[in-house]
């Protein structure tokens, strides 16, 4: 069955056009709500939101869903994507579901979904989902109508997970943290966890107004972090997403620290406590291969994935993984979320940091990258790959990589574009074997 609404991180588009519009976010909620209807109990929904001006619109939708099918809706306000997931499983929920385009400008919107055990849902359970999309609604008489109604307690619930998931004894006293929240879904609760733990705190990006999240703050927008960090003479910055399950990390001297050395470092203290599981990482093919070899020089395995923090996590469940995640900040510890979680991630690394008694900028710079060049190359039909004249091309680069470096190339999931990412020790020849590849892209599309 293809699919026309779920991608590989949920539901997303531009707010009113395509599928992200109010009148698809109620057939979402009905045909969730009737897959999630199981057995005799009085089923329930957890939905959360970021910052969007949208995300009213698509709450009231799904709301509206959900209880013409007989579901009862919880309500948390703006949370973390992993709050959401925290908060189904906690309260037995059937169904979570947080509203966010993750790092995306607030134009778009999007629906996540989570299974009663707090992982995102399979693919068999989305189309499942796909199918009833087409299909009428299931809607209950009149007295079966669910209900609807906000806590107000869920953010105090996601703050005592989020500092339990350090030991009880670890203070953050004496330090000075940045915390970008990148005027997104933790706002209010990622400042107040490092806060609560006796950190001096400087906050960026919590006065969001519903058109500024992500806009020039949060992990993928750093330079506002840097240089508060280094105005302020602050320890460490933490910089989070729009629904902050990503964490990108700025040391004392305003250097960003990306998801791949902040893999290095959880695997590295794991592995020492002996709380490591999986004897190694799960990350996907962009991580640095100067991380594989860190990990392989300290008696640990990287296992690399397709694209998508779906797919680390898949694998960590299959191989028995509790660290793992993304260089793009993605970061999946499965002791305590079963999601990707920013706020934890740097929970992990302030404790980290406290512990050591060294600078940022040595505890986390555990190893040099080897050059890596992605670029990206626009088609407008067709299967470029499939040209024998870029086949060509392409087993040529990998032999003059081998043993040197890596080369990988993917069509984009998302729109017409083939990625072209290769690394190694000579900078220069990863630069030509790149634009040879691309050129060859180029004209065979």
């Not at 307690?153 to 005592?160: C, K």
């Not at 083939?418 to 900078?427: K, N, P």
Request: hydrophobic residues 40%; negative net charge; charged residues 25%.
């Amino acid at each position: 069955m293809t699919r026309k609404f779920f991608g590989t991180d949920g539901i997303r588009g531009r707010t009113n056009k395509g599928v992200m519009t109010a009148a698809t976010a109620m057939k979402v909620g009905q045909a969730a709500g009737a897959h999630f209807l199981r057995g005799t109990h009085r089923h329930r929904v957890v939905i959360g939101k970021d910052t969007r001006l949208s995300g009213y619109m698509m709450e009231s939708a799904l709301v509206a869903g959900f209880t013409s099918v007989g579901m009862d809706v919880i309500m948390t306000g703006p949370l973390p994507t992993p709050a959401i997931a925290l908060l189904t499983r906690e309260m037995r929920a059937d169904l979570g579901v947080m509203i966010s385009a993750s790092h995306n400008p607030y134009e778009d919107n999007g629906i996540k979904l989570f299974g009663p055990d707090g992982f995102k849902l399979s693919d068999e359970d989305e189309l499942e989902i796909e199918g009833l999309l087409d299909k009428p609604p299931m809607l209950v008489e009149a007295e079966r109508i669910g209900r609807a109604r906000r806590i107000e307690d869920a953010r105090g619930r996601y703050i005592h997970a989020v500092k339990q998931s350090i030991s009880s004894d670890t203070r953050f006293d004496g330090l000075k943290v940045v915390v970008d929240c990148a005027n997104g879904a933790a706002y209010q609760v990622a400042p107040s966890a490092i806060w609560e733990l006796g950190a001096e705190v400087v906050t960026l990006g919590v006065s969001p107004d519903g058109t500024n999240i992500n806009r020039n703050v949060g992990s993928t927008a750093i330079g506002a972090l840097q240089a508060k960090v280094v105005e302020t003479s602050a320890d460490i910055g933490i910089a989070l997403d729009g629904d902050a399950d990503r964490l990108i990390v700025v040391d004392e001297k305003g250097q960003a620290v990306d998801g791949d050395q902040l893999m290095a470092l959880m695997a590295t203290r794991m592995a020492q406590k002996g709380t490591l599981k999986g004897g190694g990482v799960v990350a996907t093919v962009m991580s640095n291969l100067g991380l594989e070899r860190f990990l392989q020089g300290q008696g640990l395995s990287l296992e690399r994935t397709k694209v998508g923090d779906r797919y680390v996590l898949e694998r960590m469940k299959q191989g028995g993984f509790n660290v793992g995640g993304e260089q793009s900040g993605h970061m999946i510890l499965l002791d305590h979320a079963t999601t990707g979680d920013g706020t934890i991630a740097a929970m992990g690394v302030l404790a980290s940091l406290v512990r050591s008694g060294k600078p940022a900028s040595e505890l986390l710079h555990l190893f040099d990258t080897v050059p890596q060049l992605l670029k990206n190359v626009r088609y407008d039909g067709g299967q470029p790959l499939d040209d024998s004249g870029v086949k060509q091309v392409i087993a040529d680069a990998e032999r003059e990589l081998e043993g040197k470096g890596r080369l990988v190339i993917r069509p984009s999931g998302t729109e017409p574009v083939i990625r072209v990412m290769a690394e190694g020790d000579d900078e220069s020849q990863v630069e030509a074997v790149v634009d040879r590849i691309c050129a060859a892209v180029k004209e065979a599309a």
